[in-house]
Each structure stands twice: as structure tokens, then as C-alpha cells.
């Protein structure tokens, strides 16, 4: 299927001490790059999430928030730093009696001291935690995807409708490019009679610059290879092959042989419908660069 590279998923699931609630954010990017934001405690979970997404994800720039809550207490132990408790009131007492002063710490003061709790986190069971957080993981990713492909769909018929477009495009550039000798060579016999009046005309040296032009305005190859890079893409659109760089590469071909085309003949008519070319592949390119 034809995947975008934008699009979002999340997915939310309870556990007995904790919730795991998981956002995937991409957007347009040439390679796989991914950040992730976790709880400090999990930091070893950013290279198997990586990995994870590695498997589903070609291209695009994702980035994985993780927020994990913790409801039960056991794993968090509050305890009293007593010995610096006990410097700190020693010093109160020493500045009470010595100036006189009144000494009203309480206990919610003294717990305002720095460091005075000390909080410690039960060591996690990482292998336990993966399992709990893969699911809602793959979920995130499964809402992701959906959302990449809905939009890859729209962009597929968006751009199999401009490859139509193309194709009669350079029908008519093959069918006009075709009658250009022809009109090359009655102007250029015309031309002579008008300079040489009824001088007879040299036939054989008339059909040697009708040659010569004709050789120049050939755009046969360039034709084939155009309908043929068009056929290619619009190709890969229908079957569903997501493949952004191959189509931009693509892209880049057909724009190089109607910049040929446009080299070689200045005929007005086909002028116009090059630039209309050139205004669609640009738009194909613009799309193509959000394509997996």
C-alpha cells in the first residue's frame, strides 16, 4: 500500500501498578530517524522501541512519547536523611542561644531543608515492563500505519489522475512534433521563392535543411522514455509499491526529458504544453516527497 510519511497513533492500556500510554508522532524525513521521550527509570526501552518500529516503518522522522504511571507505592521508598536533619537543627540551636533568637522549626520547615527525604526506586523488572509496554506499543503503531495509508491513498489518486494528465500532454507534443518538418519545409520553400522569385528551386538542397531540421527536432526518444517513466510511476501507484525515493528518482527522469524536448523545439504550441508539464511534475514531486 501507498503509505505517507505524516500521520499520529496512540494507545492507552491499565495494568495493576502502572498505565502505559503511548504517542507517535511522524513526518517527512529521507531516512528512518526516530526520537523517543521516556520516564528516566525506562530509558533502556528506546533501543527495543527503535527496533520495534524498524520492522513496520521505512522512512520518516517519528517521534515516541512514553508516559508511564506508576499507581501502586512499593516502588518508591521515602526515607528521612537523619544525619543531615540533625546538623541542620544543631546549627538552629547554636544561632538560637547565641542571639537570642527564637527557635520555631517545625517539622514541615525542617522537610523544606534540601535533601532532607531521599526518595529511592525500586529496581525494575525491564523484561516485565516490555511486555507491558510492547502491546500498547504495536497498537500505537497499527493507528499510525492506518492513518499513513489512508493518506497514501489519497495521494495515489491524486497523482494517477496527474499521470493521465501527462500522458495526453505528450500526445499532443508527439502529434504536433510530427506535422513540424512539414510546416519547416513549405515555410522554407516559400521563403526562397519570395527571395528568388521564379527562380527554380534546388530541390535536393531544400530536402538536405529539411533533414537537418528534422534531425534536430527529432524527439522520438525523448517521447518513448517520457511515456515510458509515466507508465513506471503510474504503475507503481495502481499495485500499491511504496517507494518514495524510486518515484522521485523517476520524477526527476521525466522532468529531464521534458527539459529536452522544451531544448529542442521552440514551436509555441508545444512550449505551452510543456510548461503545463512541467507545472504537474513539479506538483508530483511535492507529493512524492510525503510518500514512504
Known amino acids: ?23 507517535i508522532k511522524s513526518v517527512n524525513h529521507r531516512y528512518f530517524e526516530m526520537y523517543a521521550r521516556t520516564p528516566r527509570s525506562c530509558m533502556q526501552l528506546e533501543d527495543l522501541i527503535r527496533s520495534q518500529l524498524q520492522k513496520k516503518i521505512v522512512r520518516g522522522k517519528i517521534e515516541v512519547n512514553v508516559n508511564i504511571s506508576f499507581t501502586g507505592s512499593e516502588d518508591v521508598k521515602i526515607s528521612v536523611n537523619k544525619e543531615l536533619l ?19 522549626v517545625s517539622a514541615s520547615i525542617a522537610l523544606r531543608i534540601p535533601d532532607a527525604l531521599v526518595s529511592e526506586t525500586k529496581e525494575m523488572d525491564m523484561d516485565k515492563l516490555w511486555s507491558e509496554v510492547l502491546p500498547v506499543l504495536e497498537e500505537a503503531v497499527d493507528a499510525l500505519i492506518d492513518l499513513r495509508t489512508r493518506e ?12 493521465e494528465f501527462i500522458k495526453e500532454n505528450v500526445k499532443y507534443i508527439e502529434a504536433r512534433s510530427e ?14 521563392i519570395q527571395l528568388l522569385g521564379d527562380t527554380h528551386v534546388d530541390e535536393q538542397r ?14 522520438d526518444e525523448e517521447i518513448t522514455r517520457l511515456n515510458s517513466h509515466c507508465a513506471a510511476l503510474a504503475e507503481m501507484f495502481e499495485s500499491g509499491e511504496s517507494n518514495g525515493k524510486k518515484m522521485d528518482f523517476i520524477i526527476q527522469e521525466m522532468n529531464r526529458e521534458v527539459n529536452t524536448i522544451s531544448s ?8 505551452k504544453k510543456i510548461i503545463e508539464l512541467k507545472n504537474c511534475i513539479e506538483k508530483i514531486r511535492e507529493q512524492i516527497q510525503n510518500i514512504e
Open 206 to 219: 531544400l530536402l538536405t535543411e529539411v533533414a537537418i531540421m528534422a534531425d534536430k527536432v527529432a524527439i
Open 179 to 192: 506535422k513540424l518538418v512539414g510546416e519547416y519545409e513549405t515555410k522554407l520553400r516559400n521563403r526562397i
Open 152 to 163: 497514501g491513498g489519497r495521494i495515489a489518486e491524486d497523482i494517477i489522475s496527474k499521470c
Open 86 to 104: 540533625k546538623n541542620y537543627l544543631d546549627a538552629f540551636n547554636e544561632i538560637s542561644e547565641e542571639f537570642s533568637l527564637k527557635n520555631d
Open 264 to 271: 529542442k523545439i521552440g514551436d509555441i504550441d508545444i512550449t
Open 1 to 23: 500500500m501507498i503509505r505517507s510519511m505524516t500521520g499520529f497513533g496512540k494507545a492507552t492500556a491499565a495494568y495493576d501498578d502502572k498505565t502505559v500510554s503511548i504517542e
